[in-house]
């Protein structure tokens, strides 16, 4: 039988609270700021190639929309669960929707309240070009900005990540990069770039200084990509030296 870290037996206990939680039975949840003796945070990111590599073999293999999930992701910093969404039970029994939606995406802007926190991002879809020109890209299937193109309804989430590692084998990237490692490549870049933490946490959502920390996988052996976020701090920057 294969052995489950301890990691692994902590997230999903802190799941399962959550949903009683979710149901109103109890009022907070012990896991959420416990932490594993013997699990680091990761260290493993992309590298804008790898993530180009990807996209291109999803449009080329008919799914535009993990290409678009693997930028989102990358480029504005954001979960899985945020860019790919989920249903929530709601108490009068029904569900809702949470995550991406077309609906977010107005006056330049896309409008994010994370399902994790509950913080409210609100991203400037007209500094980032490429990412507008990726939304514009999607077909509109249903509310969800992240669909499948087969069933034209929401991931779920073992489809997802059936169909993601089967477009990132055929890319050929390495098997260790998980889709969650594009979050934290973003705000590391952002960091290489010259971003204060309190710049990160504005496009991450992440609340406190601490937290960015474990994400921000700074002193690489190379100058920081230029993703479209990481110029713009960049660029910033540049001036403040400059006055």
Known sequence: ?????????????????????????????????????????RQTTWTPELVEAFKAKAIEMGRTSLAAAVHLSYDLCQRQNDVIGRFENTPSGGTVWQGM????????????????????????????????????????FCPAIIA???????????????????????????????????????????GDAGATDDEVRAVSGHRTANIVATYLVRARPKPAPPWPSARRFKKKAQKSECA
Request: glycine share 4%; hydrophobic share 35%; with cysteine.
């Open 1 to 41: 039988m294969r052995r489950v870290p301890r990691e692994c037996d902590h997230a999903r206990c802190s799941r399962a609270v959550q949903l009683v939680m979710d149901e109103g039975y109890r009022p907070d949840n012990p896991f959420s700021k416990a932490a594993s003796t013997d699990a680091w945070p």
């Open 101 to 140: 939606s077309w609906h977010q995406v107005r006056d330049g802007n896309l409008i994010l309240r994370q399902n994790k926190t509950g913080q409210m991002v609100a991203i400037p879809l007209d500094d980032l070009p490429a990412t507008s020109a990726i939304l514009a890209a999607l077909p509109r």
């Open 148 to 190: 499948n193109e087969t069933t034209q309804a929401p991931y779920t989430t073992d489809n997802f990540r059936h169909e993601f590692r089967r477009v990132a084998r055929a890319a050929g990237i390495p098997e260790e990069l998980q889709f969650r490692d594009c979050r934290r490549t973003g705000p590391s870049e952002l």
